[in-house]
């Protein structure tokens, strides 16, 4: 290797870090590398990445972050790839010393977007450019194309954008799944938005298999084919490949594996922000919301065992027409995938309209086409939506997916009925249909519930039969005064 300075610089040499230090690599960018070194704990990581899958590579490895700094051409752009939180902030304030007017930070963990809000403005006010992004797509996608979406300092684009689109993975008509998302942490919500439709996914998922598992005794083998079958057409998607492969997988003796999996699943955070941050926006996210409370219920796994010995209960054993009902799953498998999307969606459109982000909602479904772990055939359907003339207010409203549901909705409904008929648990394909029905019901109980704040609390009404933006209190009891509570929301 010669002694010209490289391209771009990455810290953090774990399973993300080091696949997309080779793809970088891969695409004829001289790469530098740093991992921090604790002894007894990290050391060595450097050098067995030199000397092991990176060997002979145009790859430079540093224990020295001074000299790892020194080794990058100006202005210098060095990607973080560290566990999110304080470590991201220690890291930086290393860095800040070393850097020069113009230099590059990218976050490329999943950081919550308020704390690249703050690292954006502070990066700038040393006279630096900082890059929160989003990627997704596991070691294979680090390794061979990710869905990658970058925000933050608008300057630093131009600079970074022809690495980051290079290493990202290329949609069906060759376009790069990387694309600059907006200003200040826009990259990482938009992550964050990903990460929960992926656990709305996965827990579909879960239910469709669930369903066909214990109400229709359908094998493992049969079951692949099913999902198989449903990866050729609207519902091709990552999630659904894999779980056709899960079926089959047998472990060293034989059996198939998803059966010795205890049923307890773990979660990292970025579910329950989406959930968080769309309450703080006033947002429903019910399904991905449902989706995060199940992995919680689910890994009560003792609980759960002594609440099935208190509460026995069993199957109908009614007989099922088991071609009608695999048509069933699928259309509350479809039907509530769309959901999710469209909710997902309406949380971005909000958060952009609030944060004063402009964000482009069709070219995040393009985005979102290839790498990333919820990509999916329907999104090319999603990003036409947006670009219509007319601009749906919501999702489910563009004339695509209105059809797409007219003839889901038979089915879904039947899937539903019959798992709680039989006392198997859907929550989140029941989750998604109650949100359905209520966005198409004219009328909601709201009244009740308005009724009552103001009974107990005088926190006041608007009227059907006056403008809305006018409200009244009403002294329900004949005890009270005239004083109201105040009029918010929150």
């Known amino acids: 290797m010669d002694n010209k300075k490289s391209d771009i610089g990455l810290i953090g040499l774990a399973v993300m870090g080091e696949n997309l230090a080779l793809n970088m690599e891969s ?17 060595g990581v450097v050098e067995r990445f030199v000397n092991g899958r990176a060997k002979g590579k145009n790859l430079q490895g540093f224990t020295d972050i001074k000299n790892f700094v020194e080794s990058l051409a100006a202005p210098r752009k060095i990607m973080m790839m560290v566990r999110a939180g304080s470590a991201v902030d220690e890291l930086m304030e290393q860095l800040f010393p070393l850097l020069s007017a113009g230099d590059i930070l990218i976050d490329g963990g999943n950081s919550n977007y308020e704390d690249t809000n703050r690292r954006v403005k502070l990066t700038e006010s040393k006279g630096f450019l900082f890059v929160g992004s989003g990627v997704s797509g596991g070691e294979e996608g680090a390794l061979n194309g990710a869905s990658i979406m970058p925000g933050g300092s608008v300057d630093a684009w131009s600079q970074v954008k022809p690495i980051l689109q290079s ?4 949609a069906s008509d060759g376009t790069p799944c990387c694309e600059w998302v907006g200003p200040a942490g826009s990259g990482h919500f938009v992550k964050m938005i990903h990460n929960g439709i992926e656990y709305g996914d996965m827990q579909l998922i879960a239910e469709a298999y669930w369903v066909m598992k214990n109400l229709l005794s359908v094998g493992h083998e049969e079951m692949a084919s099913i999902f198989t079958h449903w990866n050729e057409g609207k519902l091709r998607s990552y999630l659904i490949e894999i779980t056709a492969n899960i079926l089959q997988h047998k472990d060293k003796s034989g059996d198939y ?3 010795k999996i205890l049923d307890a699943a773990g979660q990292k955070g970025t579910g329950k922000w989406s959930v968080i941050n769309a309450m703080e926006l006033g ?24 609440a099935s010995r208190t509460y026995q209960h069993g199957h109908l054993q009614a007989v099922y027409n088991k071609p009608e009902l695999v048509k069933d799953v699928y259309s509350a498998l ?3 995938k769309l959901v999710s999307y469209a909710q997902g969606f309406a949380v971005l459109q909000k958060a952009s309209d609030t944060f004063g982000w402009k964000l482009n909602l069709s ?50 409904k039947n899937l539903v009925v019959a798992a709680v008929r039989e006392e198997l648990p859907v929550p989140a394909f029941s989750s998604a249909l109650n949100y359905f029905y209520s966005l198409v019901s004219e009328k909601l109980p709201a009244n009740m519930v308005q009724a009552q704040r103001d009974y107990f609390g005088a926190h006041t009404f608007e009227r059907t039969d006056n403008l809305r933006g006018v409200f009244f209190h009403e002294n329900w009891t004949g005890h009270g005064g005239d004083t109201k509570s105040g009029t918010y929301n929150v």
């Open 363 to 412: 070219s995040i479904a393009r985005m979102w086409r290839g790498g990333c772990i919820i990509r999916s055939a329907f999104l090319n359907d999603i990003a036409a939506a947006f670009e219509a003339k007319e601009k749906p207010e919501h999702l489910l409203l563009a004339p695509y997916f209105k059809e797409e549901m007219r003839e889901l909705l038979p089915g879904w």
């Open 283 to 306: 947002m429903p996210l019910g399904l991905i919301a449902t989706a995060v409370f199940e992995r919680s219920l689910s890994s009560q796994k003792s609980l759960r065992e002594t």
């Open 257 to 259: 594996l998803v059966d």
């Open 334 to 336: 479809y039907a509530s």
């Open 167 to 170: 290493i990202a993975a290329k």
């Open 27 to 43: 695409k004829s960018w001289q790469v530098s590398v740093y991992n921090r070194t604790v002894p007894g704990v990290e050391e």
